[in-house]
């Protein structure tokens, strides 16, 4: 009894580790170098964060530029009230002002100068 009570546990905690991970589409192009991406599956400051930081990573790498955001919906998913989704649309424009923005250039520009 011990050992299924022990297997039942561990089968729920993979279940909501799963749950509490953020899931995204990744950055899609919408046209006219405008690009959105959606994130949900996490709580509202999550899947906010994730948005921000996917659209940072694809700017930096992309162009060596920041994010300027044209929308930003964030909201409560309807299917789950403790979470949280964001449709982020933005353009690589402008400096890059996050300390993460920043990292990713220099990791890219270590991997071009071969360090």
Do not use: W
């Not at 899931?23 to 400051?45: F, H, Q």
């Not at 909201?75 to 920043?102: E, H, Q, T």
């Not at 990292?103 to 360090?115: F, L, N, P, S, W």
């Amino acid at each position: 009894m011990n050992l299924f009570s022990t297997k039942n546990i561990l089968i729920l905690s993979a279940g909501l580790f799963v749950v509490a991970c953020a899931t995204t589409t990744g950055v899609l192009p919408k046209g006219d170098g405008s690009y959105t991406i959606n994130v949900s599956r996490g709580d509202m400051a999550k899947v906010k964060l994730r948005a921000y930081q996917h659209a940072e990573k694809f700017c930096a790498e992309k162009s060596a530029n920041g994010i300027e955001v044209s929308k930003e919906d964030l909201r409560v998913d309807p299917a789950s009230p403790n979470m949280g989704i964001i449709d982020l649309d933005f353009k690589c424009k402008g400096p890059v002002n996050s300390d993460f923005g920043k990292k990713e250039i220099q990791k890219d520009q270590k991997k071009a100068t071969g360090q």
